[in-house]
């Protein structure tokens, strides 16, 4: 039986290997068709910001492969608004992540969630499994 | 483990994927085939799934999955074209690793 699996995001895209190395993991662990869904809080936040280019620090800019997650079939991708806020940030400095519904004749549908900290806290009691990035 | 495209040595690992991936061109998919145990030419239907996966590759910056790609492969090319049978019919070693392998992609993550 599918276990819940929520990947939490805790750090900035460049300046570890965490939030790659993570993102491999979560590609793994959907490909064994368990139920993952993604949470970004604190710096983590900064990994699924729009208009990324880490050219200059010569890393490759990996963000376009959270929109292939739909395809994974990661549906789920829940945002802390208190992060977002203490960096000055809104839900609209993300990147417009999206997945397409099987059951509803392939719609697309938003995957970004922002969440209060109270309801993140609800989320991850949920888990059947938490990893901490 | 290394390819020679007329004269030029391109570098591969020891499973014959690309070291660097800015050395792909349709010459290096087509001696890569060659190369194989049975070499295999490939023809319009093999080129089909390769131009997918660079384009894929491109948009999302990983090789995808075998599921994933067998589904994409259906929303784009239609469903007789989007199934393990045809994929593998074309691509006997495993549609991801050895399509992937022939488009100059990394090993799809997730691949043993």
Redesign the interface.
């Known amino acids: 039986m599918a276990k819940k699996f929520l990947y939490l995001n805790r750090k900035a895209p460049y300046g570890s290997v965490y939030a790659l190395e993570s993102l491999e993991v979560v590609l793994i662990a959907a490909a064994f068709e368990q139920e993952v869904s993604l949470a970004f809080l604190d710096d983590g936040v900064y990994q699924i910001a729009k208009g990324q280019n880490p050219k200059a620090i010569g890393m490759k800019n990996f963000s376009p492969t959270y929109n292939a997650l739909g395809d994974y079939g990661i549906t789920k991708m829940y945002v802390e608004r208190e992060s977002l806020a203490e960096r000055g940030l809104t839900e609209d400095d993300l990147m417009p992540i999206v997945y397409e519904d099987e059951d509803d004749d392939y719609a697309e549908k938003p995957s970004v969630q922002v969440v209060s900290r109270m309801e993140m806290a609800q989320i991850m009691a949920e888990q059947d499994v938490t990893f901490s990035f | 483990m290394a390819l020679d495209i007329g004269g030029k040595t391109i570098a591969t690992d020891e499973e014959g994927y690309l070291e660097n991936l800015n050395d792909w061109t349709p010459e290096v998919a087509t001696a890569m085939a060659l190369a194989e145990e049975t070499p295999v030419a490939l023809n319009d239907e093999h080129w089909e799934i390769i131009n997918f996966l660079r384009e894929y590759y491109e948009?999302?910056?990983?090789a995808?999955?075998v599921?994933?790609l067998t589904?994409?492969v259906g929303k784009r090319l239609g469903a007789d074209k989007g199934n393990s049978k045809y994929l593998y019919s074309l691509f006997p070693y495993g549609p991801g690793k050895q399509a992937c392998k022939y488009a100059g992609l990394p090993k799809p993550?997730?691949c043993v």
């Open positions: 948009e999302y910056q990983i995808p999955a599921r994933v589904k994409a993550t997730g």
